[in-house]
T-cell receptor, first 112, second 111 residues
Framework: NAGVTQTPKFRVLKTGQSMTLLCAQD?????MYWYRQDPGMGLRLIHY???????AKGEVPDGYNVSRLKKQNFLLGLESAAPSQTSVYFC???????????FGQGTRLTVV | AQSVTQLGSHVSVSEGALVLLRCNYS??????LFWYVQYPNQGLQLLLK??????LVKGINGFEAEFKKSETSFHLTKPSAHMSDAAEYFC?????????FGAGTRLFVKA
């Protein structure tokens, strides 16, 4: 079982460049999430989706956009990357709001 | 609003010793609580969760946690630490449509 797959796994961007992180899940989950993980801060929610075609802001949405055009995919976009966006990004999905979240392996992004 | 506080960013124990990782939560509604583990360069995986019912919850790898409403706590324990338990552990609470994570506690296990 693939579960939650994130691409790419590593990326280095220059300040001002744009990129899209792709998350794909094969568990038919309704809910999908994007988190960023920074040392000493745990995971902070960037955006989330409660179903195909829906998105909502989390704790730290500024500088990011998302889209959920297909149920199995959740895309995270950075329009103009900044060094403060250097982080490890995790995608997760869950069946319902109170069920466990399944995480991808993470994307390590460095903005120079 | 829901929040989670994990006491101690680092905990070090000897192999075979008791593991105790502390978590306190704040919630305006009956909480759903989780413990996740993250091994190096991997995503998070669920150790255990509390929703309703029995307050002592058993999880994978010999871990368990007890929900104490009066103390707003959900501490994680394991009777005997193994070297393979070295990882980062996150306590989390369900808040609305999303899970809110604590800052994490890194567990070191000494031989």
């Amino acid at each position: 079982n693939a579960g939650v797959t994130q691409t790419p796994k590593f990326r280095v961007l220059k300040t001002g460049q744009s990129m899209t992180l792709l998350c794909a899940q094969d568990m038919n989950h309704e809910y999908m999430y994007w988190y960023r993980q920074d040392p000493g801060m745990g995971l902070r929610l960037i955006h989330y989706s409660v179903g195909e075609g829906t998105t909502a802001k989390g704790e730290v949405p500024d500088g990011y956009n998302v889209s959920r055009l297909k149920k199995q995919n959740f895309l995270l976009g950075l329009e103009s990357a900044a060094p403060s966006q250097t982080s490890v990004y995790f995608c997760a999905s869950s069946w319902s709001r109170d069920s466990e979240a399944f995480f991808g392996q993470g994307t390590r992004l460095t903005v120079v | 609003a829901q929040s989670v506080t994990q006491l101690g960013s680092h905990v070090s124990v000897s192999e075979g010793a008791l593991v105790l990782l502390r978590c306190n939560y704040s919630s305006s509604v009956p909480p759903y609580l989780f413990w996740y583990v993250q091994y190096p360069n991997q995503g998070l995986q669920l150790l255990l969760k509390y929703t309703t019912g029995a307050t002592l919850v058993k999880g994978i790898n010999g871990f368990e946690a007890e929900f104490k409403k009066s103390e707003t706590s959900f501490h994680l324990t394991k009777p005997s630490a193994h070297m393979s338990d070295a990882a980062e552990y996150f306590c989390a609470v369900l808040g609305g449509f999303k899970t809110i994570f604590g800052a994490g506690t890194r567990l070191f296990v000494k031989a």
